[in-house]
């Protein structure tokens, strides 16, 4: 049986007979003549669901994907192991099919998974209330910008050129036309330049914005930054990585006021780029000009518990010019996957991934320096990306590392004209001692024998 059944040609005219028309081409009256194509579109002849199948698979094959090649690649997405149970649970009906709960109080499964979502990401960072999640990490990171300026009333972002340099982009175009202005702040050794960045604060500067780890894989150093930040009475932003949050202390035990970071890691795969999702969390003091929408706890009037939408402070619920922001959905399913994976892992299992990354990335950048074919970027410390100067180019070692199946780094020069020289290695949990060792014979490297 065909799994698409289209409407049949008595249905047609029914349809058009209630609709007050003749034909199908009424529907485009509109629409003038010369834009229209008076043709049949230009497809091949239409084939049985087997032989489709068939054509789609071979289209897929086209494409790398992550079964067949070894990942060294991070910059922003990063390939950890998603347990299988994520995705059997995510192809649940109850949750596969639920777009958003707009009547919340017969979804209460939905809200329900949204407020433990909610909890852990506090548990995490160390804030006061997260959100129901963003569309991406670039996204929080740029509401998190317009937020503080709100709370501060003003219009100046200070933003490190250690963050992500797409963020950075994203930040830009989100104050582009609300006239706040977005400064950048450089970095010394791969970490933010503390003496340029209190030069650079002002009266009006509204927030530091910073990401740690970097987009150099590197470990910021918060609280100075945010010592800094408050003796300016600004606001305190970090981007940060959630896997590293299970080692390092929470941004919110080092006097962080808001925290993002993309979700991806957290039970997500990177499938060619997304959905992903964006984490927010602030302090209570900032949550009624948080974006997006919070699933709350109560009780009902018979005292059992129950779970609600509340400060829903975007557009399509109250007076737009009272509300914080045009976000309009949250990433419910994508947030539903970190749910489960920290869930999981829980506590202890989160911390022990986060230490495979510390481990295996020091073990592989420390063998390629052994090799002599390649230099420290920077000493600074890093967590599971490193950024080493190579005497070689950078697409010269990728495409070696392509035939041999692996993905390698990221060239920085595309993004950071100085660090020509420099590539962005990222090690997850994922990979083996045999794969690390396969990446450091194919480039040069020096390989431990122990």
Known sequence: MSRYISNTQEQQVEM????????????????????????????????????????????????????????????????????????????????????????????????????????????????????????????????????ACQATNRDEILIARSVHPESRDVMATYSQFRNIKVIEVGYADGQVDLEELASKLTPNTAVVIVQSPNFFGIIEQLKEIGELAHANKSLFVVFADPISLALLKSPGELGVDIVVGEGQALGNPISFGGPYLGFFATREEFMRRMPGRVVGQTKDKFGKRGFVLTLQTREQHIRR??????????????????????????????????????????????????????????????????????????????????????????????????????????????????????????????????
């Open 16 to 147: 058009l007979r209630d609709l007050g028309l003749k034909s199908i081409e009424d529907l485009f009256v509109d629409i003038p003549e010369n834009l229209r194509l008076n043709r049949n579109l230009d497809l091949p002849p239409e084939l049985s669901e087997m032989d489709l199948l068939k054509l789609m698979g071979s289209m897929a094959k086209k494409n790398s994907n992550l079964e067949e090649y070894i990942c060294f690649l991070g910059a922003g997405a990063y390939d950890h192991f998603v347990p299988s149970v994520i995705d059997h649970l995510l192809s649940r009906q109850e949750f596969y099919t639920a777009y958003t709960p707009y009547q919340a109080e017969i979804s209460q499964g939905t809200l329900q998974a949204i407020f433990e979502y909610q909890t852990m990401i506090c548990e995490l960072t160390g804030m006061d209330v997260a959100n129901a999640s963003m569309y991406d990490g670039a996204s929080a990171l740029a509401e998190a910008g317009l937020m």
């Open 321 to 450: 010019e009272k509300a914080t922001s045009n976000i309009c959905s949250n990433q419910a399913l994508n947030a539903l996957a970190t749910t489960i994976y920290l869930t999981l892992l829980g506590k202890e299992g989160l911390k022990e991934v986060a230490s495979l990354c510390l481990q295996k990335s020091h073990y592989a950048y420390n063998q390629l320096i052994a090799g002599g074919n390649f230099s420290p970027q920077f000493k600074a410390p890093f967590l599971k990306e490193f950024v080493v100067r190579s005497q070689r180019p950078i697409n010269e070692l990728n495409s070696i590392l392509w035939d041999e199946k692996i993905i390698g780094g990221y060239d920085l020069g595309k993004a950071y004209p100085e660090v020509q020289e420099g590539w962005l290695i990222a090690v997850t949990e994922k990979r083996s001692r045999q794969e690390i060792d396969r990446l450091i014979e194919a480039v040069g490297g020096k390989r431990d024998e122990r």
